[in-house]
């Protein structure tokens, strides 16, 4: 036998280190095909099952028709219009992000902005629910639905359905209370679906007002349609009909909502009111509901229901005037002489004041080195509470809170709702505020002083009302010290009109005014307007045809920018620095149904820039209960078209118009507050 040469292996020996290489391979190929397996039916088995199905039937959703929003008679004011909407189911989305998605940014003329956001939507479609459809653009044009139908054979996962979306008929009417709706956010999205409501990505949900308020009651119950689909999401139609019945479960539809606010009042109110920026607020005295709101300007819900762009966006954020905000409720002011029914009340309920009680009013009313001046500088002469009233003299209110303090007047005001939220629910609002003498020892560098009682007491000072907490001070004041929570829902109805639910008036309080002190204040408020003198006289005689009907009111001018001693023309100033114009009252004043205030912001005077105002919503009012006592009831379900002209916008040049130069200050040893007329 001949031994080995070094350096050679013995046959064996090769066919060992083949054995080795061989099983090794073997070995990683294993390894390999279990690393695919476990992915394939552990990380990514429901996905992969779940497909195979939906190679064969796939669940299309129904979404359910949203209610509608009628107004008290039962005109459309808020529907549903069609459109169709691109969808992107990601599991059927073959190289959606190499191929799919780059297509529809060329077809549909996405920015490089608008792709990332469809790339990031598609991808959190993909990880929480890859067999939803996700909607990368709504409401296509005539021309984008022609381009994706034409390209529909290399574009898998896309496809385009018809949606209802959301048509605000009044524009920028009602834009406040009726709200907008908006894309559904990842966090709400998750939120919601833990409480267990069944929401997607991409849907729309309530902002603001009743959409917001609402929202579970309008949207519905949504149903389902099973189809018999391939693998690239396509349906096969010849295939569904072997599903059977049992193939769909139709959407329930969601309720409908009936307002107490009349259109025709509503738009009555809209074509009085002169002002750029303000609030007109009508309310039944006996229920508190609402019979017509004004905020103004507004913004369309339209809008920002539909595609807004950053721009659009950036241009209502900026707006000086803020149209996004509900003025009747979500924005306090200092509310002026129409303050001055709780002043009287808290004088009278002292009982060291008597509607008799004459106060000498020389023009203005001195405490220690300051002077409050009354608007009337020559003097209003002897004054009782009556002609005070009729006639708003600062000096006989000055004498009441010199006399009884602060805490009387504003512990009335709370208890007739000032400085509290009114329990509205269905809009924002803020509390306003009630001062007090314990307000002031903590909000006033150095505390109460007496001072601030006489400011509080014709509704300056830190007094701070909404429209909608004042007009529910004189509705107490009206029916006789019922405080209500005001509403704006009477109903909501189903699909077929029968009532689901109906709103009765709610109590907050009843308020303790004796009979006497409020027949005082009315017969006060009723020389304002009926009787010449009286700052709201003109206006009455010119607005009411009906001269046997009495109105109970009272304007006031509240002051915004203190601008010293020398009164200036309202057009001689910058539109902010402005005063407010106010008015405030009910009627009839014998059997009050309706009471009403207007605030035209930054407006001028009471009596002649709010009160025309009151008095047509009023003549309205009282028009449309005759016209509907005899006139057959409307067909119901009607659509509201607008007959308003358009509003009016906002005066650029009065926004920098004649800043006059700061008026010279009084000196220290003669301090003087200016009052502004009525």
Request: net charge neutral.
């Amino acid at each position: 036998m001949t031994p080995p040469t070094l350096g050679n292996t013995t046959p064996g020996r090769e066919l060992k280190r083949r054995f080795l290489w061989l099983g090794l391979a073997m070995s990683l190929g294993l390894v390999m095909l279990s690393i695919q397996l476990y992915r394939l039916q552990i990380t990514r088995g429901e996905e992969y099952s779940a497909k195979s199905v939906a190679n064969f039937v796939k669940e299309v959703r129904l979404r359910a028709d949203r209610g509608v929003i009628k107004d008290a008679r039962g005109t459309i004011l808020v529907d549903s219009r069609p459109s169709f909407d691109a969808f992107v189911t990601p599991a059927f989305c073959t190289d959606c992000f190499e191929q799919v998605i780059p297509r529809l940014a060329e077809l549909l003329q996405w920015d490089a902005d608008q792709r990332k956001k469809v790339e990031d939507t598609v991808r959190m479609g993909r990880r929480n629910a890859p067999f939803q459809p996700v909607p990368v653009r709504v409401d296509l044009t005539r021309d984008e639905y022609d381009r994706l139908a034409a390209r529909r054979d290399i574009l898998d996962g896309v496809e385009v359905a018809p949606v209802p979306h959301r048509f605000y008929r009044t524009n920028t009417v009602l834009s406040h209370v009726l709200g907008y709706m908006n894309e559904i956010t990842q966090e709400e999205l998750e939120r919601l679906s833990a409480d267990g409501a069944k929401y997607a990505l991409g849907d729309y949900i309530g902002r603001r007002g009743l959409e917001r308020y609402f929202e579970q009651r309008l949207r519905g119950t949504d149903g389902v349609r099973k189809e018999v689909v391939n693998a690239r999401g396509q349906t096969i139609e010849e295939l569904n009909i072997k599903l059977g019945d049992n193939a769909v479960v139709q959407p329930r539809a969601g309720s409908n909502l009936v307002l107490s606010i009349d259109m025709r009042l509503q738009e009555e109110a809209e074509r009085a009111f002169p002002g750029v920026t303000g609030a007109v607020v009508a309310i039944d005295v006996n229920t508190g509901f609402i019979k017509a709101l004004v905020s103004r300007p507004g913004f369309d819900p339209n809008l920002l229901t539909g595609r807004v762009t950053p721009a659009q966006m950036a241009l209502l954020s900026r707006d000086p005037l803020e149209p996004m905000i509900n003025r009747v409720a979500a924005e306090h002011y200092s509310p002026g002489s129409t303050f001055k029914v709780v002043t009287q009340l808290a004088a009278y309920k002292s009982g060291a004041f008597r509607p008799e009680t004459s106060v000498m009013c020389p023009g203005g009313y001195r405490l220690g080195a300051r002077v409050w001046r009354c608007h009337k500088d020559s003097g209003h002469g002897h004054m009782d509470g009556y002609n005070a009233m009729k006639t708003s003299c600062d000096t006989w209110f000055y004498k009441v809170a010199d006399t009884i303090g602060l805490d009387p007047i504003g512990e009335m005001g709370k208890s007739l709702g000032l400085g509290a939220p009114t329990g509205i629910d269905v809009v924002a609002e803020v509390p306003g505020i009630m001062p007090t003498s314990t307000y002031h020892d903590k909000a006033s560098p150095g505390g109460y002083t007496k001072g601030m009682a006489l400011n509080s007491a014709i509704g300056q000072g830190d007094d701070n009302v909404t429209p909608l907490q004042l007009a529910l001070v004189y509705a107490a004041i009206a029916n006789g010290g019922t405080l209500f929570k005001p509403q704006l829902v009477q109903r909501l109805e189903n699909l077929d009109g029968e009532v689901v639910e109906e709103f009765k008036p709610e109590v907050v309080r009843r308020v303790d005014i004796p009979a006497a002190h409020r027949k005082a204040v009315i017969e006060g408020l009723v020389k304002v307007a009926q009787e010449p003198g009286g700052t709201a006289y003109r206006a009455r005689m010119a607005g009411i045809q009906d001269k046997d009907m009495q109105v109970a009111a009272k304007t006031g001018t509240a002051q915004v920018a203190r601008l010293g001693t020398v009164r200036v023309k309202t057009q001689q100033m910058s539109f902010f620095e402005r005063d407010h114009a106010w008015f405030a009252g009910f009627a009839p004043a014998d059997k009050p149904e309706l009471a009403i205030v207007v605030l035209n912001e930054h407006g001028g005077h009471g009596g002649a820039d709010a009160a025309p105002t009151a008095m047509a919503v009023i003549q309205k009012y009282f028009d449309l209960k005759k016209q509907d006592a005899t006139a057959p009831p409307p067909r119901p379900n009607q659509p509201y078209t607008p007959s308003l002209s358009r509003a009016p916008s906002v005066d650029e040049a009065a926004l920098t118009r004649g800043v006059l130069p700061p008026a010279e200050l009084p000196g220290d040893d003669e301090d003087v507050t200016r009052a502004t007329p009525d």
